[in-house]
T-cell receptor, first 114, second 115 residues
Framework: AQSVTQLGSHVSVSEGALVLLRCNYSSSVPPYLFWYVQYPNQGLQLLLKYTTGATLVKGINGFEAEFKKSETSFHLTKPSAHMSDAAEYFCAVSRSSNTGKLIFGQGTTLQVKP | DTGVSQDPRHKITKRGQNVTFRCDPISEHNRLYWYRQTLGQGPEFLTYFQNEAQLEKSRLLSDRFSAERPKGSFSTLEIQRTEQGDSAMYLC?????????????FGPGTRLTVT
């Protein structure tokens, strides 16, 4: 079975500071990993994904994440937070073969203080 | 590419009533997914279709829930005899079934409130 744990339901940073959102996964097969962002009353938007190949993946809006198999982690980072980054962030995993459903973490709310 | 659309965006219904939601996927996507999201939680998978075939259903999908995708285009999700516990955001997503990424694109969701 697959599962995702996001450490910290709320993260608060100052504008311009480093953003680090943590995600650990459990999977018995090679995983595909995703980060999605959700703004209030909207659907989810894909930030970035890891499928195969390079373990450091870059996404939209300056975000990146590194797949670390030994640590079963896929943490999301951004060097400098912007006020517009305030949102809910979800990490998700799916099976690498014939992916179907996504298994989501419980989400992390990012607050950016001026 | 107009994205995934869902209708209605909001639905308020009384307990015991039936409701139906519609999802229109991105036109070239042959996979369509339904998820449910309650307040403060991540989305939970309900079911998915490849073309018109429903390939997987979650145990969360009780017999009061039914989903269809006639002709492999739009999909409907019906909830019969709604309960207050059905109050949630219902999200639809679509994807290709081949290629390097399979990423799912989400619609804006339908927020259901059962009173």
């Amino acid at each position: 079975a697959q599962s995702v744990t996001q450490l910290g339901s709320h993260v608060s940073v100052s504008e311009g500071a480093l953003v680090l959102l943590r995600c650990n996964y459990s999977s018995s097969v090679p995983p595909y990993l995703f980060w999605y962002v959700q703004y209030p009353n909207q659907g989810l938007q894909l930030l970035l994904k890891y499928t195969t190949g390079a373990t450091l993946v870059k996404g939209i809006n300056g975000f990146e994440a590194e797949f670390k198999k030994s640590e079963t982690s896929f943490h999301l980072t951004k060097p400098s937070a912007h006020m517009s980054d305030a949102a809910e962030y979800f990490c998700a995993v799916s099976r690498s073969s014939n992916t179907g459903k996504l298994i989501f973490g419980q989400g992390t709310t990012l607050q950016v203080k001026p | 590419d107009t994205g995934v659309s869902q209708d209605p965006r909001h639905k308020i219904t009384k307990r015991g009533q039936n409701v139906t939601f519609r999802c229109d996927p991105i036109s070239e996507h042959n996979r369509l997914y339904w998820y449910r999201q309650t307040l403060g939680q991540g989305p939970e998978f309900l079911t998915y279709f490849q073309n018109e075939a429903q390939l997987e259903k979650s145990r969360l999908l009780s017999d009061r829930f039914s989903a269809e995708r006639p002709k492999g285009s739009f999909s409907t999700l019906e909830i019969q005899r709604t309960e207050q516990g059905d109050s949630a955001m219902y999200l639809c997503a679509s994807s290709r079934d081949r290629g390097p990424s399979y990423e799912q694109y989400f619609g804006p969701g339908t927020r259901l409130t059962v009173t």
